[in-house]
Every structure is written in structure tokens, then in C-alpha cells.
């Protein structure tokens, strides 16, 4: 039997309720938990009083809410098949026709179309906000965090140029005038051998290149070095790229992620954390359809058999000993035991092949 549509819409509508009514609950409650936060951060500088605290909180509470957004829709969608089957309206559905499949199925793509919703036009604003809250922390603190003051100690960039590897070192860098002085920058193949080095006293940065200015050429062939005025190199770095925020993950959305990665790659930094915010990312909406399944792995039991709440209690379970695997896995990538792309999507995968093999041996026997 085909289900009707308005049977679908009625799931859908009931999983919506669930989904957004516990996001409501949370967003409150994340806003006073942060608020109290924020004004912790606050007591203590200057110049910053209850209206810039409570400005952090709602630039950060979006942000906040959408990290939830697997465990809002596991609660959501296990408190709509547990009302439905507390009603005997799921017993009504099987009773007609229905399959299981059937039932989940209007949920199940809820869950998928709304994660991509969420991936394209939600996270991007409210990666915005959280970075615009890192900004305005920082101004009032007066701290910069751009990528050369990130390398200062030494500055080190480096860049691939088709089938060489640059490699630029500086002593210090003169943030009013652009300048880096005690310039030296070595010119390798992608295999690491030696081509030629350049070492000048200081470089202008200008866009898209270093300038060079009264530098030495020296190489494996010459037997005396050579003095150059001014030699242009040619960098992948804007000059704003270098002065622009060095961004936390969390505050990148999924269409800034692979410039950025491609960026701080080139400059020497470690993006293990980015690429892991990116697949996290990308994978959301197989991850809000994993969170469905376990719902009504742990919620379609017929009430009359008792037992109801137990399993109630072992899907929220099921919930974070997820979050935890996710967080081991997390560390698995950190530590570079496991490919990225492995780390991120394993979670999830599991979950859905977990919770399909339980429905299938409930539905089928």
C-alpha cells in the first residue's frame, strides 16, 4: 500500500515540532548559560560593560545552537515517534499498510533536506556573527591575530609555484609599512632538492608578490653570489590575506573552508582542525538523517509491550556514546592516525549502518 500523502505531511509536520520546539528550548538556555559567560569575559576589560557582553551572546548564540543541531534532531524526532506511537497512530499506520521504511521515510528526508539548508545558507550566517564576536573580543582587548603576527618569532611562509616549493623566512615584519626585514627565501623542487636562495635586507609586500630589495642570488652552479637591486616574487598571498583575521574553525563556514585551508597550507600552518570543520561540515546532512534513524530504532516499540522507556533512555545513550566516538575519531585525525576524511565521516556512517541493521532484523525478523 502507497502511504498518502497526507499521512507523510502529518509525520513530517509532528517531526518538525519536535525539532524546532527543542531548538527554542536550547537557544534560551544557551543564551543564559553564554550571557553569564560573556560577562565573566567582560569583568575584566576595560571599556566593556552589560551591552557589549550581551552583544557577544547573541552574535555567538547562533553558532552555539547550530553545534547541537544532530542532538536537536535525535530528541526532536524521538519525541514525535514516541508521541505517535503513545497515540497507537504508528500501530494505526502498520495496521494499514504501512512499513516501517514508510514511516521514517518523511522524517528521514526532513532531516536530509534541512541539514542542507542548514550547510548552505544557516552556518555561513552564523559563522559570520561567531567571527564578527572573535573581532570585536579582540578590538576591545586590542589584540591582532593576523597571519604574520600568528608567525612572528620568525616569520615563516611558504608557498608552492608550479613545480617549486618557496620557502620565505623573515627576522620581523613592519605592520605600518608593509615591510619584512632580514629577508631569506629558498627556492626548492616539490621534492625537497635545493634550486637557489635569496637574502636581502628587507622585502615590500605588495599584492600577489615580495620585493625584494638589494638582494643576493646564490645557487649551487655559481661560484660567487649576485646582487640584485630589487627582485619581484611572485606570492599566492594578498597583502589582505596576510592582515585579515586568523579565523578559528568554528567561525568558517563550508564555502570559506577550502581557500582557507588552501591559505594557511601555504603559509606552514596546521589545518588538521579546518579540513576536520570542513568534512563535519559537509557530512551534516547524513549525519541529521543518522540521528532519525536511531529515533526510530528507539522509539517505534509498540507501548503495550512494555519496556518503552528503556529504550528510550538507551537511544539518548546511544546519542552521546556517538558524540564521544566522534570525538575520539576527532583525535584519531589530530594525532594523524587516520586520514581526515576517514575521522570525520566514520561516525556517522556507522551510525546509519547500525541503526538500519536494527530496524531490519525489528521489521523483517
Same mark, same amino acid.
Given at each position: 500500500m502507497t502511504a498518502p500523502w497526507t499521512v507523510y505531511r502529518y509525520i513530517a509536520v509532528y517531526t518538525l515540532l519536535g525539532v524546532f520546539g527543542l531548538l527554542i528550548f536550547l537557544t534560551g538556555l544557551i543564551l543564559l548559560i553564554?550571557? @553569564?559567560e560573556s560577562l565573566r569575559e567582560v569583568e575584566s576589560i576595560e571599556g566593556a560593560g552589560f551591552g557589549f557582553a550581551l552583544k557577544l551572546t547573541f552574535l555567538r548564540a547562533p553558532k552555539l545552537a547550530l553545534t547541537l543541531t544532530p542532538f536537536i534532531f535525535l530528541f526532536g524526532s524521538m519525541w514525535a515517534f514516541y508521541e505517535l506511537n503513545r497515540r497507537s497512530e504508528i500501530a494505526v499506520m502498520r495496521s494499514a499498510g504501512m512499513s516501517v521504511w514508510e514511516i521514517i521515510s518523511p522524517? $528521514?528526508?526532513?532531516?536530509f533536506f534541512i541539514g542542507i539548508l542548514v550547510l548552505t545558507f544557516a552556518d555561513?550566517?552564523?559563522?559570520?556573527? /561567531? $567571527?564578527q564576536a572573535e573581532i570585536e573580543k579582540n578590538q576591545i582587548r586590542g589584540k591582532s591575530a593576523n597571519l604574520l603576527k600568528v608567525l612572528q618569532g620568525g616569520i615563516w611562509l611558504r608557498q608552492r609555484d608550479g613545480d617549486t616549493a618557496l620557502i620565505l623566512h623573515a627576522e620581523d615584519?613592519?605592520?605600518d609599512n608593509n615591510v619584512l626585514t632580514d629577508v631569506t627565501l629558498w627556492k626548492n623542487t616539490l621534492t625537497g632538492v635545493f634550486l637557489e636562495r635569496w637574502d636581502a635586507e628587507f622585502?615590500? @609586500?605588495?599584492d600577489k608578490q615580495f620585493i625584494l630589495q638589494n638582494a643576493t642570488l646564490s645557487t649551487l652552479d655559481s661560484t660567487d653570489s649576485e646582487i640584485i637591486e630589487s627582485q619581484v616574487v611572485p /606570492?599566492?598571498?594578498n597583502l589582505s590575506d596576510l592582515r585579515d583575521e586568523v579565523a578559528k574553525p568554528e567561525t568558517l563556514s563550508v564555502w570559506a573552508l577550502p581557500d582557507f585551508i588552501e591559505l594557511a597550507t601555504d603559509a606552514g600552518l596546521p589545518v588538521v582542525e579546518y579540513r576536520l570543520r570542513y568534512h563535519d561540515l559537509i557530512s551534516l546532512p547524513f549525519k541529521l538523517f543518522a540521528m532519525v534513524l536511531i529515533a526510530a530504532t528507539f522509539s517505534m516499540r509498540p507501548v503495550r509491550g512494555g519496556g518503552t522507556l528503556p529504550l528510550i533512555l538507551s537511544g539518548i545513550a546511544a546519542g552521546f556514546v556517538l558524540f564521544i566516538v566522534a570525538q575520539l575519531s576527532n583525535a584519531t585525525a589530530e594525532a594523524h592516525v587516520a586520514p581526515v576524511w576517514l575521522a570525520a565521516w566514520a561516525p556517522a556512517v556507522l551510525a546509519v549502518l547500525l541503526s538500519l541493521t536494527l530496524l531490519l532484523h525489528t521489521e523483517d525478523g
Open positions: 553564554d550571557m @553569564i522524517a $528521514a528526508l526532513l532531516s555561513p550566517l552564523a559563522s559570520r556573527m /561567531s $567571527a615584519y613592519n605592520e622585502a615590500l @609586500i605588495g /606570492s599566492v598571498f
